[in-house]
């Protein structure tokens, strides 16, 4: 296409954008799929600032649906042969490639690409996955057409009302949630940190620091960075903040400049395995790579990293002790809502789904919305300069800044209970609050809409960083805390979130609330599984152990590393183990030779070994 006739379509397809967004019933809805979208050449693109980015739909496909796939964004000047070379193998069953203007801060466009059937669109989508490279750094193909289109349906703002489930009357939700603060409070006593937990939690890190000072740890660190290193050790993450658990871990930061982390930490991790403090994992190909120390004679998990600068880390410690200090309802909530998200499968990071922290900020937010409010912003009530002056020094000779006078005067009229707290939050992300058309920000005190153009929220925060779920780090505005958290993902805690608000206002009890998916088919199939060990055995029931199938190798791995932990047992009349594995567990030195596994649903193995009671 010339660049003459960009120009005149350019403008056209400006005012089919219009009309696409400034519909009454879309006004807030976001915008094209933000699940798969990259962060392309824009550190490049900063060239005028004066221009406003922009991003084009139109309001029909240009192809047929189903068999097209975007590509975007491209030099203003690409040909359709470039668009070929992408899809090696692919090009002779490209019908049709059609470029659309978009304009962000320097002129590009973007490219509908036509393929004879799926079959070619699926095979173009694989061959994109697969060689995530240079092109992909550039080029993103998208989903399909009628993908993106059930994306905009899905971003339109929902109604105040939330799935449609008949609440109960005021009296008796008030009534239900007496229940639920006192489940919750019930058992956060049991749960809470006591002197014996931190007494051991102390043992844990004294020793670890002292290893860390010893001469030949320096001298093994020292050989692996290539010259001297200046690690220190400090303590971050829930236990510092006073919003931790008995079961929490330690999340710990070697802080100093290296010339190469991976090596440092790799020879951090030999010097803890020689030590036999118990089970060492070295996890490098993580976002930020960790050593985890599961201490054996304290029963206590550690992360361990290490960190160029611990003052964003020291910035968010004193933040949210802080807000935890300011009222006793804090940590509660903060932990009931974490619990909550741990048992309905929404708080796993390392799956794509939201962080402890990202919770964290989600219930301050709520605490600083709330009516009335119950913290006020703490970031707000303390000059600049008291920050910085508090960061200049050291950790013991610091205080906490953020506990100023006029925050430690600040008194809330709020009186709600942590059950009618936990039902207003989640009503207040259901009906009122949405992060995936707002930005929650503790740092401004309350949601800031997020922009419904993709260009604009793209660029809203750093490279390579989701943007579906918005929330924006309370000391790097350019932060999304959920950045690992895909449209999809984003979709699935929000239904949720509604969820959780629905049976609270149906009167539901607690237990019912954060009630893991599947809980009762899963303990159906145990049950039956333990009745029948019972009713063979007697009350010695045998030793159960399950082993999840994920793939036809990975059972037999995981066979093979439980043999040495049984001892031989006589033969059981069940269903007995396949021949595949039977031959492969022979080769363990014959410990599961007269082993019979029994196939439960959801692909598990129940192992049992007669010869140990039931634990």
């Not at 489930?165 to 749960?191: F, N, Q, R």
């Not at 940590?331 to 964290?360: C, D, E, M, Q």
């Not at 300069?385 to 906490?400: C, F, G, I, M, P």
């Not at 199939?525 to 152990?545: H, I, Q, Y």
Request: proline letters at 6%; aromatic letters at 6%.
């Amino acid at each position: 296409m010339a660049r003459g006739g960009l120009d005149s379509l350019y403008a056209d397809m400006k005012q089919a954008r219009r009309q696409a967004w400034n519909r009454d019933d879309n006004v807030d809805g976001g915008g094209p799929d933000l699940s798969t979208c990259k962060m392309g050449d824009h550190a490049s693109s900063l060239e005028d600032p004066r221009s406003e980015p922009t991003w084009t739909l139109l309001n029909e496909p240009l192809a047929p649906e189903g068999v097209s796939l975007f590509v975007r964004p491209l030099p203003g000047d690409a040909t359709e042969d470039l668009i070929r070379s992408m899809f090696t193998g692919l090009s002779d069953r490209i019908v049709r490639v059609t470029f659309t203007p978009m304009r962000t801060r320097q002129l590009r466009v973007s490219a509908t690409v036509e393929f004879q059937d799926n079959d070619a669109m699926l095979r173009a989508l694989v061959f994109d996955r697969l060689r995530v490279g240079d092109l992909v750094a550039r080029v993103n193909p998208l989903q399909s057409i009628s993908e993106r289109k059930a994306f905009l349906i899905r971003q339109l703002p929902r109604p105040r009302a939330s799935s449609g489930a008949s609440h109960c009357s005021e009296d008796d939700v008030a009534v239900g949630l007496m229940g639920v603060a006192d489940a919750v409070e019930t058992w956060y006593d049991d749960v809470s940190p006591c002197e014996e937990t931190a007494a051991r939690r102390s043992k844990v890190l004294e020793e670890i620091r002292t290893i860390l000072q010893e001469k030949r740890t320096q001298q093994a660190l020292s050989d692996a960075n290539g010259a001297d290193v200046g690690l220190r050790m400090a303590l971050f993450g829930s236990v510092s903040c006073n919003l931790s658990t008995k079961s929490s871990d330690l999340d710990i930061g070697l802080v100093g400049r290296v010339n190469d982390r991976d090596a440092v930490l790799r020879a951090w991790w030999r010097v803890l395995r020689r030590r036999y403090l118990g089970r060492t994992d070295l996890i490098q190909h993580a976002r930020t790579p960790i050593v985890e120390l599961h201490h054996r004679e304290t029963d206590i998990d550690c992360d361990i990293s290490i960190i160029e600068s611990n003052d964003n880390n020291r910035l968010k410690t004193w933040l949210l002790s802080a807000y935890a200090q300011k009222d006793s309802r804090v940590p509660r909530l903060i932990a009931a809502v974490k619990l909550w998200g741990k048992h309905r499968l929404v708080a796993r990071a390392h799956k794509g789904s939201l962080s402890a922290f990202g919770f964290t900020l989600l219930a301050i937010q709520f605490l600083q919305c709330c009516h009335p409010p119950i913290l006020p912003n703490a970031q707000r009530l303390v000059a600049p300069e008291v920050v910085a002056a508090a960061l200049a020094k050291t950790d013991q000779e610091s205080t906490n800044p953020f506990l100023s006078d006029s925050f430690m005067k600040w008194r809330s009229r709020n009186q709600d209970s942590i059950g009618q707290l936990l039902y207003s939050m989640f009503e207040f992300y259901s009906t009122e609050c949405s992060p995936t058309q707002q930005v929650v920000c503790i740092r401004e005190g309350e949601p800031r809409p997020a922009p419904s153009h993709i260009e604009d929220r793209v660029t809203m925060f750093h490279d390579n960083q989701h943007i579906s779920f918005c929330i924006a780090d309370p000391f790097d505005r350019n932060d999304n805390v959920a950045r690992n958290v895909s449209a999809a993902t984003a979709e699935r805690i929000e239904r949720e979130i509604r969820r959780a608000y629905d049976m609270l206002g149906t009167c539901k009890p607690w237990e019912a609330v954060i009630e893991p998916p599947r809980k009762h088919r899963s303990n159906r199939s145990l049950s039956e599984a333990a009745s029948l060990v019972k009713a063979t055995n007697g009350d010695r029931a045998p030793l159960t152990m399950l082993v999840k199938i994920r793939s036809p190798k990975p059972p037999l791995v995981a066979l093979r590393a439980r043999a040495q932990r049984l001892s031989p047992m006589s033969a059981w009349p069940d269903h007995p183990i396949s021949e595949p594995i039977w031959n492969e567990c022979n080769t363990s030195g014959g410990a599961l030779a007269e082993t019979n596994v029994t196939r439960l649903p959801h692909n598990r193995l129940l192992l049992r070994d007669p010869g140990k009671p039931l634990l």
